[in-house]
């Protein structure tokens, strides 16, 4: 079993940024890949970004790319999301995943391991 836990979400004016931190506890060996998606009301779970532990490549989607950064430590099990130049529509509850031994970066389904989650609310 692996725990994970976000923090750092909060209201942000529009252009402001945050902060996002997630830790992973538990069987954290196997892990290959960690990533953030988000999910607003009434919406699929999307990806927003992913880093993977060996190489430390990082892939983010077309959306974010430019605003958001992904960081982690594979060694410290964390994993970090720095988000500029908020906008209204990065409004969502986010999400850290573990990714499975293989998969895509990007596809929910490829995620075993999900934490409870946090709200990013940015206001115009």
């Known amino acids: 079993q692996v725990q994970l836990v976000e923090s750092g979400g909060g209201l942000v004016q529009a252009g402001g940024s945050l902060r996002l931190s997630c830790v992973a506890s538990?069987?954290?060996?196997?892990?290959?890949?960690m990533g953030w998606f988000r999910q607003a009301p009434g919406k699929e779970r999307e990806f927003v970004a992913a880093?993977?532990?060996?190489?430390?490549?990082?892939y983010y989607a077309s959306s974010v790319k430019g605003r958001f950064t992904i960081s982690g430590d594979n060694a410290e099990n964390t994993v970090y999301l720095q988000m500029n130049s908020l906008k209204p529509e990065d409004t969502a509850v986010y999400y850290c995943?573990?990714?499975?031994?293989?998969?895509?970066?990007?596809?929910?389904?490829?995620?075993?391991?999900w934490g409870q989650g946090t709200q990013v609310t940015v206001s115009s």
């Open positions: 995943g573990k990714r499975r031994a293989s998969g895509t970066y990007y596809r929910a389904n490829d995620y075993d391991y």
């Open positions: 880093i993977a532990w060996s190489g430390y490549n990082t």
């Open positions: 538990g069987r954290t060996f196997s892990t290959y890949a």
